[in-house]
């Protein structure tokens, strides 16, 4: 039947069938299933507080480094060994130096790298530059020392000449300077804002882990020796620190927590050799004037470390819908135990799972087969078989011949017999006897064939007509016998006017029935009633198929005032 869309339709309520087995030990599996589930997403809501609203902190950072160290060459003070760096949240102390003092613009020899060192002038090429030299090769090959000649360039001179560090670092004193570290965070969702810095805070305290957690100043030696490292060997190469302010926040009334954690590792790889440049260095000058108006500079490369803080975190607050958003989440987990149970129960992979009675019968009573729509799909019922028989396939040979898959009718299913129409005992007609209805399911010679028609070779009970269509081509029973349409109940149930004349009126109490175009709405009557006769099921009657025998003795009882009939229609 055709499925139409209405207003009553939309008010409407579906539900799934629920098959119940008593059994202790497929029972113990579902509840322990549920209580694994119902205990995981407890902890899962109170652990990760999945019944909060979520936001990521917004940062803002400045530091102060404090500490004053003494050398065999000078003082250092914050504004010698501190440089400001252009990065965002970092900080960059100097722990040792190179320095090339009087330098001034002219020409010297290089220092003597691969590529500067030369035998004779043809070894220098003038204009030629290197990444790796100090300035422009002026073609000459000069002396650097007694021992190696190189090429002259122009550069600041004297050039650079220490290439490694000094051991132990200048400033290895540096790991007693301590930083202090501001830090404001800032959460839009919920419009809290909050410091590292209390309203109580203790300016001689310094960070510990275990006795001052939330103090914000920290001494150098003791943030390196937090992420793992030695102050004095790191400080010959320099490296790269991190320093991690973690806000983990918990905005709701009844447990209000918002303070930072301090975490500390080391970003730069340790472990690369001199050939790739370990540690973290830089140069720059600081330049003056000579008397004589000439300029003159200092070069300083630096070695140091530069400290990285990273500040990252979370603010939740309770919030209904996400609580409702979790729970309807959650409550998908239920299904493991349904699919577990269902597994157990239908599987027959593994030889504890053999089939058994038991679960053939839950298989019948929760699953069944449907196949999808399609035009090739067709149904067919036979007097001499017991079942409906499915035929899926595109037809090459005629409707008789083709083999289909069974299914089994309905057991008990009243709503056939409640369309029957009702009569009074007195106008029946009298169905015959049950001797008179027995051949029906025997293999006899049936009667001779009608004169006018030859009989069709895929017919079984000597009535059915030449058909063209291989759909139509079909008869009422597999071998051969006596016709359906021979039987009283045909004739009773299909063919009998007073039968249909009444379900007719049962539709229509208006319908006229002395009408001259009554044939049609009688025969159509006809086919529906042996529909529900032989198939008892409305799903399978607008894809089922009418014998070409029982067909035509309805035609014939019925006719078209035209002699045209439409036959069976294949809907795609």
């Known amino acids: 039947m055709a499925v139409c869309c209405s207003l009553k339709n939309l008010c409407e309520y579906e539900t799934s069938k629920v098959v119940r087995i008593q059994s202790v030990y497929y029972g113990s599996i579902k509840w322990a299933i549920h209580t694994v589930v119902f205990l995981y997403v407890c902890i899962v809501l109170i652990a990760d507080r999945r019944y909060q609203k979520k936001d990521s902190v917004i940062s803002s950072v400045h530091t102060k480094v404090k500490g004053v160290s003494q050398t065999d060459m000078r003082i250092w003070d914050t504004a010698e060994y501190t440089i400001p760096m252009q990065g965002i949240d970092s900080f960059f102390v100097v722990t040792n130096i190179i320095l090339t003092e009087n330098q001034i613009q002219g020409l010297c020899p290089e220092f003597p790298i691969a590529k500067a060192v030369c035998s004779t002038d043809r070894s220098c090429m003038k204009g030629r530059t290197d990444p790796q030299s100090n300035g422009i090769q002026t073609g000459k090959c000069v002396k650097y020392n007694t021992t190696i000649k190189t090429c002259e360039v122009a550069a600041w001179c ?50 510990d882990k275990s006795s001052a957690p939330q103090c914000p100043i920290f001494r150098l030696g003791d943030i390196l020796k937090a992420a793992g490292e030695n102050f004095s060997e790191v400080a010959v190469q320099g490296g790269i620190i991190a320093i991690e302010i973690n806000w983990n ?55 140091g470390i530069r400290f990285d803080i990273l500040v990252f975190g979370t603010a939740g607050q309770f919030d209904f819908f996400e609580l409702l958003v979790y729970i309807g989440s959650a409550l998908s987990y239920f299904g493991l135990a349904q699919l577990v149970v269902d597994f157990l129960i239908t599987s027959y992979t593994f030889p504890c799972f053999k089939s058994n009675p038991v679960k053939k019968y839950y298989y019948q009573k929760k699953c069944e087969s449907v196949t999808g729509p399609r035009w090739t799909l067709l149904y067919v019922s036979f007097v001499d078989e017991p079942h409906i ?106 063919l009998s006017r007073l039968t249909l004349e009444f379900v007719l009126l049962y539709r229509d109490p208006l319908l006229d029935l002395k009408a001259e175009s009554l044939c049609r709405p009688l025969r159509h009557c006809a086919y529906e009633q042996y529909l529900r006769w032989r198939f008892g099921q409305e799903d399978l009657e607008e894809r089922a198929v009418i014998p070409s025998c029982c067909r035509w003795q309805i035609r014939d009882a019925f006719p078209s005032e035209k002699g045209e009939y439409s036959g069976f229609q294949k809907k795609k």
């Open 389 to 494: 028989f499915m035929i899926d396939k595109l037809l090459r040979t005629s409707l008789q011949n083709v083999k289909g898959e069974v299914i089994h009718r309905r057991v008990g299913d009243a709503a056939p017999a409640a369309k029957l129409p009702l009569q009074r005992p007195d106008e029946a007609v009298p169905l015959g006897t049950s001797q008179e209805l027995q051949p029906l399911n025997t293999a006899e010679e049936p009667p001779p064939l009608p004169s006018f028609r030859e009989r069709p070779p895929w017919c079984s009970c000597g009535k059915c007509r030449p058909a063209q269509p291989y759909w139509e081509q079909l008869c009422c029973r597999r071998t051969a016998g006596p016709c359906i349409t021979a039987s009283a109940l045909f004739e009773r149930l299909v």
């Open 158 to 207: 004297p050039v650079e000449s220490v290439k490694s560090a000094p051991v132990p670092a200048v400033l290895r004193s540096a790991e007693n300077f301590t930083v202090l570290i501001k830090n404001n965070v800032h959460f839009p969702k919920f419009n809290y804002t909050k410091r590292n810095i209390s309203p109580e805070f203790n300016i001689s305290c310094t960070y």
């Open 249 to 303: 926040c918990i905005l709701d009334k009844w447990l209000h927590r918002c303070q930072p954690k301090y975490g500390f590792r080391r970003l730069d790889d340790k472990k690369t050799n001199e050939a790739l440049y370990p540690g973290y260095n830089f140069r720059f000058a600081k330049y003056y004037k000579q008397a004589n108006g000439k300029e003159e500079r200092t070069l300083i490369k630096a070695y």
